[in-house]
């Protein structure tokens, strides 16, 4: 593959993004790091590049504490260095995990718990592993049957690969780094801090799932769910543990005026990961009349995103998307929406028989 300006890819992200139906913690550490000659090896592992000499520190404590929360499991959304109601949820559900005051501000003894004596950076410089610059690549067309003819649904190029790798979106990777910037193998950008995840070996995964993980940067082992919590006045995710502790908290689309969200409690039955996708027009009131039934592969850019955790309420789950910068910005057709990284990482999470309590 060879390089793309950062900017020139933006255009065509934009015009190729269109909205799609939806239907059917552990603290993470960054990892120490290993040998030049095994990260290059690995299409996964970015190899973090010095800064430049005489480069001044960088101060973004807002683009710092994103970063920090990811890593707690206190999910911002999109990494963009903004303050925004997804960024105040978060700092709100970190101090309620820590029993700090509950203001949604970025005070300074919240500062001192999330980022501790020694805190990561905001950003960092890493090299493309040739590996993760492959591809392939696809040319997501809007209507589902059409969808339904490709061999997979994956990234539409490097750039938005790129972005879900760090937990962003493409327009935040363009605002990091120099005009003309250039992305492809071995070519060195600068990315919000998310630290690298190696390859997890899973027991019975045929569908590729311990790498999804690492190309979302997302740990395997999490702590794990007693029971989980969908506020739609918040439009948040909550999971507790068994004493009733809040560890983790995500932002959420649910529901619409065609497709509420179905209020009381529910069970999850399980979980799909890397999930085929059974479109069913006649479940979608906004549906063309001339769709017919069709069955579409995994991947990031399906409907569902790369997990599905069904519910015992027919036809709603909890799931992926294609569009995370639309997470909390629009509707759903009654199921929940979240970021892919924040999916997967709820997939490792919860299990079959965990309660669902969806409240207004």
């Given at each position: 593959?060879?390089p793309?300006?950062?900017?020139?890819?933006?255009?065509?992200?934009?015009?190729?993004?269109?909205s799609?139906?939806?239907s059917p913690?552990?603290?993470?550490?960054?990892?120490?790091?290993?040998?030049?000659?095994?990260?290059?090896?690995?299409p996964?592992?970015?190899?973090?590049q010095?800064?430049?000499?005489?480069?001044?520190?960088?101060a973004?404590?807002?683009?710092q504490?994103?970063?920090?929360?990811?890593?707690?499991?206190?999910?911002?959304?999109?990494?963009?260095?903004?303050e925004?109601?997804?960024?105040?949820?978060?700092?709100?559900g970190?101090?309620?995990s820590?029993?700090l005051?509950?203001?949604?501000?970025?005070?300074?003894?919240?500062?001192?718990a999330?980022?501790?004596?020694?805190p990561?950076?905001?950003?960092?410089?890493?090299?493309?592993?040739?590996?993760?610059?492959?591809?392939?690549f696809?040319a997501?067309?809007?209507?589902?049957?059409e969808?339904?003819?490709l061999?997979?649904l994956?990234?539409?190029?490097?750039?938005?690969?790129?972005?879900?790798?760090?937990?962003?979106r493409?327009e935040?990777?363009?605002?990091?780094?120099?005009?003309?910037?250039?992305?492809?193998?071995?070519a060195?950008?600068?990315?919000?801090?998310?630290?690298?995840?190696?390859?997890?070996?899973?027991?019975?995964?045929?569908?590729g799932?311990?790498?999804?993980l690492?190309?979302?940067?997302?740990a395997a082992?999490?702590?794990?769910?007693?029971?989980?919590?969908?506020?739609?006045?918040?439009?948040?995710?909550?999971v507790?543990?068994?004493?009733d502790?809040?560890?983790?908290q995500?932002?959420a689309?649910?529901?619409?005026?065609?497709?509420?969200?179905p209020?009381?409690?529910?069970?999850?039955?399980g979980?799909?990961?890397?999930?085929?996708?059974?479109?069913?027009?006649?479940?979608?009131?906004?549906?063309d009349?001339s769709?017919?039934?069709?069955?579409?592969?995994p991947?990031?850019?399906?409907?569902?995103?790369v997990?599905?955790?069904?519910?015992?309420k027919?036809?709603?789950?909890?799931?992926?998307?294609?569009?995370?910068?639309?997470?909390?910005?629009t509707?759903?057709?009654?199921?929940?929406?979240?970021?892919?990284?924040?999916?997967a990482r709820?997939?490792?999470?919860?299990?079959?028989?965990?309660?669902?309590?969806f409240?207004?």
């Amino acid at each position: 593959m060879r390089p793309y300006v950062l900017s020139a890819l933006i255009a065509l992200c934009a015009t190729a993004c269109n909205s799609q139906p939806s239907s059917p913690a552990s603290r993470e550490n960054p990892q120490p790091q290993q040998p030049q000659a095994a990260r290059q090896a690995e299409p996964y592992a970015f190899a973090i590049q010095p800064e430049p000499a005489g480069q001044p520190p960088r101060a973004e404590s807002v683009l710092q504490a994103q970063v920090a929360l990811d890593r707690a499991g206190f999910s911002p959304g999109v990494i963009d260095g903004k303050e925004g109601m997804s960024f105040t949820d978060a700092v709100r559900g970190f101090q309620q995990s820590r029993d700090l005051p509950e203001t949604g501000k970025y005070d300074e003894a919240t500062a001192r718990a999330l980022l501790g004596g020694n805190p990561q950076p905001a950003t960092w410089l890493v090299r493309i592993p040739d590996g993760f610059a492959k591809g392939p690549f696809f040319a997501i067309p809007k209507d589902l049957n059409e969808q339904a003819k490709l061999p997979a649904l994956g990234y539409r190029n490097l750039l938005e690969k790129l972005a879900e790798r760090f937990h962003t979106r493409p327009e935040a990777l363009v605002a990091l780094n120099p005009p003309n910037t250039k992305i492809g193998p071995g070519a060195v950008i600068r990315v919000p801090a998310i630290a690298n995840q190696p390859v997890a070996r899973i027991e019975g995964d045929d569908r590729g799932w311990g790498e999804t993980l690492a190309s979302l940067a997302v740990a395997a082992d999490q702590t794990q769910a007693d029971h989980i919590i969908v506020d739609k006045s918040e439009g948040l995710l909550k999971v507790y543990d068994e004493k009733d502790k809040l560890i983790a908290q995500f932002p959420a689309t649910m529901g619409s005026g065609h497709d509420p969200l179905p209020i009381g409690d529910w069970t999850i039955k399980g979980i799909s990961r890397n999930p085929d996708f059974h479109y069913n027009p006649a479940l979608f009131w906004d549906a063309d009349k001339s769709d017919g039934k069709a069955l579409l592969k995994p991947g990031p850019n399906g409907p569902v995103g790369v997990a599905w955790i069904d519910l015992s309420k027919p036809h709603y789950g909890i799931h992926g998307t294609p569009e995370p910068q639309n997470i909390g910005r629009t509707e759903s057709h009654g199921c929940i929406r979240l970021t892919n990284w924040d999916a997967a990482r709820l997939a490792q999470m919860v299990k079959t028989g965990v309660k669902a309590h969806f409240q207004p």
